[in-house]
């Protein structure tokens, strides 16, 4: 459906106020009547763009894809030695912080309340975790080329280790309301990469 | 509230049906009358057990830490070697196969459920978390006691590091449908623990 500039923000109004809502309640807690009133729109409006709520929420895991995805490629694009993946981190400990641990991880959340209830939702988080986990494969990739990681070092396997001590610990943090497990986990993934450099 | 022996078993079927309920479909998605249906009972049994959704969600926290630390004792307390360690791993991944990485770990999904949205049961999920964790930590600290790591090895952030990697790694089997993600992860915390051993 080719739309509008109008359409396109109208749109874009519809799918930012359901993030919020399914963010901060869950999906299940989030009625098309919460988010018509959140996004100040007519029923009428909401169904020319989405023919549903499950329409909805595919819309908005991809909208959240490209948040979190954005954010880590701000720390990831540029990983190629120890210090960037410290400042990668630093990035995750600097947003947690600033959220006071409130929310967890946009995808982790949406991943855990749709996986069983979703199927067609779930395949598309599991998309977005393959391309989270590229690009810290790819960043991985560029440490061992540059020398800093041993050739022997399982660049794939470490890659999905990391995106679980980010996922876990911020799952963590989220319920204990405190960055201090996040900053563990990655601390720790962190040391066992140094474990692995040539030094 | 004393209750009698049929008293108990009335309460323990609602606990049971409201968890699978839950753990099934959400905390959201479940409703007070679909507990009764599940369960069997009128809506006065019912109150008679549970002022209301609220009691029997905490009820049912209650009884899925008990199901999850007792399946982790099986692996933990026999904790102070690197092949417990592995034991431990192993009945992890063998829980996972068994129920095709369905339904992620009943303890992640409730507090990715209800953190943002019940905060008491946010509090309850966090001692939780601390009570895994602390047998975490009792087997590593039983493994340097032995010898098995070195004196140095911070054995308190180790173990927030290895329930992170547990958490993350579940969260993505249960997107992906594959144990892939939680055998590298905790494989990847194995390996680090191996560098942290004394040889």
Redesign the interface.
């Given at each position: 459906m080719a739309l509008t500039r109008k359409g396109q923000a109208t749109r874009e109004r519809i799918v930012a106020a359901a993030s919020r809502l399914m963010l901060?309640?869950?999906v299940?807690?989030t009625t098309v009547e919460d988010i018509q009133g959140a996004a100040a729109v007519s029923p009428s409006q909401l169904y020319h763009y989405f023919p549903g709520k499950n329409a909805v929420v595919l819309a908005v895991i991809e909208h959240q894809t490209g948040q979190v995805l954005d954010a880590q490629c701000q720390g990831l694009d540029k990983l190629d030695n120890f210090d960037a993946l410290g400042n990668w981190r630093d990035l995750m400990v600097g947003i947690l912080t600033a959220t006071q641990c409130?929310?967890?991880c946009p995808l982790?959340?949406l991943?855990?309340?749709l996986?069983?209830?979703d199927p067609v939702a779930?395949v598309q988080?599991?998309n977005a975790?393959q391309m989270w986990e590229s690009l810290i494969h790819d960043g991985l990739t560029r440490m061992q080329e540059r020398g800093e990681l041993s050739p022997s070092a399982d660049t794939a396997?470490?890659a999905?280790?990391l995106?679980?001590?980010?996922?876990?610990?911020l799952?963590?943090s989220?319920?204990?309301?405190s960055p201090?497990?996040?900053i563990?986990?990655v601390?720790?993934?962190i040391?066992?990469l140094r474990?692995l450099s040539i030094s």
């Amino acid at each position: 459906m080719a739309l509008t500039r109008k359409g396109q923000a109208t749109r874009e109004r519809i799918v930012a106020a359901a993030s919020r809502l399914m963010l901060d309640q869950g999906v299940a807690r989030t009625t098309v009547e919460d988010i018509q009133g959140a996004a100040a729109v007519s029923p009428s409006q909401l169904y020319h763009y989405f023919p549903g709520k499950n329409a909805v929420v595919l819309a908005v895991i991809e909208h959240q894809t490209g948040q979190v995805l954005d954010a880590q490629c701000q720390g990831l694009d540029k990983l190629d030695n120890f210090d960037a993946l410290g400042n990668w981190r630093d990035l995750m400990v600097g947003i947690l912080t600033a959220t006071q641990c409130v929310g967890g991880c946009p995808l982790g959340s949406l991943a855990s309340d749709l996986s069983e209830s979703d199927p067609v939702a779930r395949v598309q988080l599991a998309n977005a975790f393959q391309m989270w986990e590229s690009l810290i494969h790819d960043g991985l990739t560029r440490m061992q080329e540059r020398g800093e990681l041993s050739p022997s070092a399982d660049t794939a396997q470490l890659a999905v280790a990391l995106l679980a001590a980010v996922q876990g610990g911020l799952l963590l943090s989220q319920v204990r309301r405190s960055p201090d497990p996040l900053i563990k986990s990655v601390d720790t993934m962190i040391d066992h990469l140094r474990t692995l450099s040539i030094s």
